[in-house]
Protein backbone atom coordinates (compact mmCIF):
# COMPACT_ATOMS: atom_id res chain seq x y z
CA UNK A 1 0.00 0.00 0.00
CA UNK A 2 2.98 2.50 0.87
CA UNK A 3 4.61 1.19 -2.29
CA UNK A 4 1.49 2.26 -4.26
CA UNK A 5 0.88 5.39 -2.77
CA UNK A 6 4.86 6.45 -3.29
CA UNK A 7 4.52 5.74 -6.61
CA UNK A 8 1.22 7.77 -6.95
CA UNK A 9 3.27 10.80 -5.06
CA UNK A 10 5.76 10.12 -7.21
CA UNK A 11 3.52 9.75 -10.50
CA UNK A 12 1.63 13.02 -9.18
CA UNK A 13 4.22 15.19 -7.96
CA UNK A 14 6.23 14.52 -11.66
CA UNK A 15 2.57 15.24 -13.28
CA UNK A 16 2.94 18.50 -11.31
CA UNK A 17 6.22 19.46 -12.10
CA UNK A 18 5.46 19.26 -15.90
CA UNK A 19 2.72 21.58 -15.84
CA UNK A 20 4.95 23.86 -14.21
CA UNK A 21 7.75 23.71 -16.67
CA UNK A 22 5.00 23.89 -19.24
CA UNK A 23 3.22 27.09 -17.87
CA UNK A 24 7.02 28.36 -17.29
CA UNK A 25 7.98 28.45 -20.60
CA UNK A 26 4.63 29.90 -21.83
CA UNK A 27 4.88 32.62 -19.05
CA UNK A 28 8.55 33.14 -20.87
CA UNK A 29 7.05 33.57 -24.45
CA UNK A 30 4.58 35.93 -23.39
CA UNK A 31 7.12 37.87 -21.69
CA UNK A 32 9.22 37.91 -24.73
CA UNK A 33 6.16 38.68 -26.95
CA UNK A 34 4.96 41.43 -24.47
CA UNK A 35 8.51 42.80 -24.49
CA UNK A 36 8.55 42.75 -27.98
CA UNK A 37 5.24 44.43 -28.56
CA UNK A 38 6.60 46.93 -26.06
CA UNK A 39 9.56 47.80 -28.47
CA UNK A 40 7.79 48.18 -31.41
CA UNK A 41 5.50 50.04 -29.96
CA UNK A 42 7.88 52.19 -28.31
CA UNK A 43 9.12 52.94 -32.09
CA UNK A 44 6.21 53.57 -33.96
CA UNK A 45 5.60 56.68 -30.89
CA UNK A 46 9.30 57.74 -31.61
CA UNK A 47 8.49 57.37 -35.51
CA UNK A 48 5.06 59.68 -34.78
CA UNK A 49 6.92 62.10 -32.38
CA UNK A 50 9.35 62.86 -35.54
CA UNK A 51 6.55 63.10 -38.17
CA UNK A 52 4.40 65.64 -35.63
CA UNK A 53 7.79 67.79 -35.00
CA UNK A 54 8.71 67.46 -39.37
CA UNK A 55 4.30 68.66 -39.28
CA UNK A 56 4.90 71.46 -36.76
CA UNK A 57 8.38 72.55 -38.70
CA UNK A 58 6.38 72.34 -41.97
CA UNK A 59 3.53 74.36 -40.68
CA UNK A 60 6.00 77.29 -39.43
CA UNK A 61 6.75 77.78 -42.79
CA UNK A 62 3.80 77.58 -44.36
CA UNK A 63 2.70 80.20 -41.37
CA UNK A 64 5.91 82.37 -43.12
CA UNK A 65 4.70 82.33 -46.50
CA UNK A 66 1.07 83.00 -45.76
CA UNK A 67 2.60 85.96 -44.12
CA UNK A 68 4.44 86.99 -46.99
CA UNK A 69 1.66 86.61 -49.13
CA UNK A 70 -0.07 88.86 -46.82
CA UNK A 71 2.66 91.21 -47.25
CA UNK A 72 2.49 91.03 -51.07
CA UNK A 73 -1.41 91.79 -51.10
CA UNK A 74 -1.49 94.64 -49.00
CA UNK A 75 1.51 95.87 -50.63
CA UNK A 76 -0.65 95.24 -54.09
CA UNK A 77 -4.21 96.85 -52.59
CA UNK A 78 -2.24 100.05 -51.55
CA UNK A 79 -1.07 99.84 -55.06
CA UNK A 80 -4.05 99.25 -56.94
CA UNK A 81 -5.77 101.98 -54.86
CA UNK A 82 -2.86 104.61 -55.77
CA UNK A 83 -3.62 103.73 -59.11
CA UNK A 84 -7.48 104.15 -58.65
CA UNK A 85 -6.67 107.06 -57.23
CA UNK A 86 -4.44 108.35 -60.66
CA UNK A 87 -6.49 106.46 -63.30
CA UNK A 88 -9.89 108.73 -61.56
CA UNK A 89 -7.47 111.82 -61.97
CA UNK A 90 -6.66 111.21 -65.75
CA UNK A 91 -10.37 110.48 -66.23
CA UNK A 92 -11.42 113.71 -64.89
CA UNK A 93 -9.07 115.24 -67.37
CA UNK A 94 -10.45 113.17 -70.17
CA UNK A 95 -6.50 111.54 -70.20
CA UNK A 96 -7.11 108.23 -70.69
CA UNK A 97 -5.49 106.05 -72.18
CA UNK A 98 -6.27 102.18 -72.38
CA UNK A 99 -2.94 101.50 -71.45
CA UNK A 100 -3.89 102.43 -68.28
CA UNK A 101 -7.15 100.73 -67.87
CA UNK A 102 -5.35 97.64 -68.87
CA UNK A 103 -2.42 97.78 -65.97
CA UNK A 104 -5.34 98.61 -63.37
CA UNK A 105 -6.78 96.01 -64.33
CA UNK A 106 -4.29 93.50 -64.39
CA UNK A 107 -3.08 94.73 -60.77
CA UNK A 108 -6.73 94.37 -59.49
CA UNK A 109 -6.56 90.96 -60.95
CA UNK A 110 -3.33 90.08 -59.39
CA UNK A 111 -4.53 91.17 -55.78
CA UNK A 112 -7.82 88.93 -56.43
CA UNK A 113 -5.75 86.33 -57.29
CA UNK A 114 -3.46 86.49 -54.06
CA UNK A 115 -6.25 87.45 -52.03
CA UNK A 116 -7.90 83.82 -53.60
CA UNK A 117 -4.22 82.24 -52.84
CA UNK A 118 -4.06 83.48 -49.35
CA UNK A 119 -7.33 82.15 -48.24
CA UNK A 120 -6.27 78.71 -49.76
CA UNK A 121 -2.93 78.87 -47.34
CA UNK A 122 -5.00 79.60 -44.36
CA UNK A 123 -7.26 76.73 -45.16
CA UNK A 124 -4.13 74.62 -45.40
CA UNK A 125 -2.72 76.12 -42.56
CA UNK A 126 -5.81 75.44 -40.42
CA UNK A 127 -5.74 72.08 -41.48
CA UNK A 128 -2.36 71.13 -40.79
CA UNK A 129 -2.91 72.65 -37.40
CA UNK A 130 -5.83 70.07 -36.47
CA UNK A 131 -3.59 67.31 -38.03
CA UNK A 132 -0.85 68.40 -35.39
CA UNK A 133 -3.21 68.38 -32.48
CA UNK A 134 -4.47 65.10 -33.80
CA UNK A 135 -0.95 63.72 -33.86
CA UNK A 136 0.05 64.96 -30.24
CA UNK A 137 -3.43 63.51 -29.11
CA UNK A 138 -2.18 60.11 -30.57
CA UNK A 139 1.04 60.37 -29.11
CA UNK A 140 0.09 61.46 -25.72
CA UNK A 141 -2.88 58.53 -25.60
CA UNK A 142 0.02 55.73 -27.02
CA UNK A 143 2.64 56.83 -24.04
CA UNK A 144 -0.31 56.46 -21.71
CA UNK A 145 -0.92 52.78 -22.88
Known amino acids: LKEGADMKLSNTSQLLNNELMTNYNQLQIAYQQTLSNAENLNSSVQILH ?3 NETI ?3 RRVHMDVRQVF ?7 ETSQHLETLYESMRQQNNVT ?3 VFVYKNIIDTVNELDSTSTE ?4 LTATQEHISQQRQRIEKLEKE
Open 98 to 100: LLT
Open 57 to 59: EQN
Open 71 to 77: NYVQNLT
Open 121 to 124: LIRN
Open 50 to 52: SVV
